[in-house]
C-alpha cells in the first residue's frame, strides 16, 4: 500500500484544503474496497506540532505523525496558505527541508492554490512550470523568478510534481490525481458523489486581470496606463514606443520582463477583462461588446476571447450575465 501525506503546516493554512483532499482519497480508498480491491492509499495527515489552530482557535486539526516519524512517503499534499506567504515559509523550515529530501527520495508531490510558495521554497520548482492562484501570481513571480508560472492554467504535471489554480479549484486536481492513481472510473465516481466539473484546464475563466504593476520600470508602468486608457483606440505599439523614446525591440523586451506579457498581450488581456464586465453585466450584444472594446474583426475578437478566458464570448455570457439567465 502507499502511503499518502496531507501536510498541515504551521500557521496561514487554509482547512478546507486540508480536509477536502483527506475527505476524496478516502472516498476513492472505499470505491476501491468496495469493488473487491486493496486501497491504495494509507493516509495520514502530518506536520511538525501535534495540532494546528484554525480561524483564531474555532477550528483544530490534530496531526496523527510528526514529519520525523514519516522515513518515506508516495504522495505529498500541500494545503493553500493564507496569503501571508514569507511568514509562511519563514515559520515552515523543518517541514521545507523534509519536502525537499522526500522529493529527491522520489516522492511525488502536489501542492494546492498558494500552497505553491511553500513547494517552491524547498527549489525543488526552480526550472520547472506551476500554477497558483491567479490573484497571487504578480507576488510569486517576484519572489519565485526561476520558475515558470503558468498562471492561466488550472493545473500542471511535470516530474513528479503537480500544482493547481487558486480556492475550490484544488477539487479537480485531487479528481485529477485519483483518476492518475486509481483509475478513471473511481475519479468519474468521486467527481459525481461530491459533484465536481471534471477536466477543467484552465482558471482563466475566473481571474480577474490586475495590471502586473509590481515592477520598478517607470517608462513601462507608462505604457500599462496608456494602453488601459486607449484600448478602445487602434493603437500601433511601434507608435508607442516611439512616443516613449524606447526603440521597439528594446521597448518589448523591457515591458515582457517587467510585466510577464508583450505589449500587445497585454493589451488584449485589457480589452478582454472589459469585455467580460461587459458581458457579464449588460444588455448589449457580443457584435457591440466587440466594437466597445476595440475590435472590429469578430473572428479576432472571439479567438482572443476564448484564447484567453477558455470559453467563447457567446457562452461566457449565456454564463455569467444573471438578467440572460432570468
Not at 478516502?26 to 495520514?44: T, W
Request: hydrophobic share 35%.
Amino acid at each position: 500500500m502507499k502511503h499518502l501525506s496531507v501536510l498541515v503546516p504551521q500557521g496561514q493554512n487554509n482547512l478546507s484544503s486540508i480536509v477536502g483532499p483527506y475527505k476524496i482519497f478516502s472516498r476513492a480508498n472505499a470505491i476501491f474496497e468496495q469493488a473487491g480491491k486493496d486501497k491504495v492509499f494509507q493516509i495520514e495527515l502530518v506536520g511538525t506540532g501535534e495540532k494546528v489552530d484554525f480561524y483564531n482557535g474555532l477550528f483544530t486539526v490534530n496531526t496523527q505523525k510528526h514529519i520525523s516519524q514519516v522515513k518515506k512517503t508516495d504522495l505529498i499534499i500541500i494545503p493553500s496558505l493564507n496569503h501571508n506567504y514569507e511568514d509562511a515559509i519563514r515559520g515552515n523550515e523543518p517541514l521545507i527541508y523534509w519536502l525537499n529530501e522526500q522529493y529527491k527520495s522520489g516522492t511525488e508531490i502536489a501542492s494546492i492554490c498558494t500552497g505553491a510558495f511553500l513547494l517552491a521554497s524547498t527549489g525543488v520548482l526552480d526550472g520547472k512550470s506551476c500554477s497558483t492562484h491567479w490573484a497571487a501570481a504578480e507576488n510569486f513571480k517576484k519572489m519565485f523568478p526561476r520558475i515558470d508560472l503558468q498562471q492561466d492554467q488550472l493545473i500542471t504535471d511535470e516530474n513528479g510534481i503537480y500544482t493547481n489554480g487558486g480556492a475550490y479549484s484544488f477539487l479537480n486536481l485531487m479528481i485529477y490525481l485519483v483518476e492518475k492513481f486509481y483509475d478513471r472510473e473511481t475519479a468519474i465516481l468521486c467527481a459525481k458523489i461530491f459533484q465536481i466539473d471534471m477536466d477543467r484546464n484552465l482558471q482563466s475563466e475566473f481571474s480577474i486581470f490586475n495590471g502586473h504593476k509590481k515592477h520598478d520600470d517607470e517608462v513601462v508602468q507608462e505604457a500599462q496606463s496608456f494602453l488601459e486608457d486607449n484600448f478602445q483606440d487602434k493603437i500601433s505599439i511601434q507608435s508607442l514606443s516611439r512616443k516613449l523614446n524606447v526603440g521597439r525591440r528594446n521597448f518589448d523586451r523591457r515591458f515582457k520582463k517587467a510585466t510577464d506579457f508583450t505589449p500587445l498581450e497585454y493589451l488584449q488581456r485589457v480589452k478582454v477583462e472589459m469585455a467580460k464586465k461587459y458581458l457579464e453585466s449588460t444588455r448589449k450584444n457580443v457584435n457591440e461588446v466587440m466594437y466597445d472594446v476595440g475590435y472590429s474583426d469578430s473572428k479576432a475578437f472571439r479567438d482572443v476571447f476564448s484564447r484567453i478566458t477558455g470559453l467563447s464570448p457567446v457562452d461566457y455570457k449565456a454564463k455569467y450575465n444573471k438578467e440572460l439567465s432570468i
